[in-house]
């Protein structure tokens, strides 16, 4: 298990997190439900089980505490793959929510970029604001020092869209952490 925490002025954490295909419904709290949500089906289909507790400035709005957290599962997922003597490193999916469609790749590249395309339907679902899944998903990415594209193809549903990503995200990332037995996957010999 690997724990990361971050005590701020506007957010108090922990995140806990470790690779089991049997792991036992991941316990999260961070004060957002639909994130929270969201967190929990990042870690079933990603087989990483989670732990997280916050205390953030919610009366403020959700942004620290989602892109904290965002930040804090990048260092986890950095640690992750850079422990390994080998892992896939790519890792591609589509995932069809109904109506909606999105598309994630990714690259464990140790070359932090985010390019994220979506356009979501609404600017809420329920009281959180959709403009923080992009928040979140750049603290990933830079954190964790991976290649991220985001693409939502289709549209419709806005909690389909963003579930949708999520779920691309964590298959995607299964993909590329899976083992393999040709040591470090670049040509250089290293991935820093």
Known sequence: MITKTRDTLETKLKLSAAEDKDYKQSKLNTGVGFFDHMLTLLSFHSEIYLEAEADGDLHVDDHHTVEDVGILLGQIIR????????????????????????????DLSGRPHLNFQADFSKEKVGTFDTELVEEFFNAVAMNSRMTLHIDLL????????????????ARSLKQALAPTDSGVPSSKGVIE
Do not use: C
């Open 154 to 169: 289709k549209t419709g549903n806005t909690h389909h869209e963003i579930e949708g990503i999520f779920k691309a995200f």
């Open 79 to 106: 640690d992750i793959y850079t422990e390994k003597q080998s892992y896939t490193r790519y890792g591609s999916f589509y995932i069809p929510m109904d109506e909606s469609l999105a598309r994630v790749v990714l």
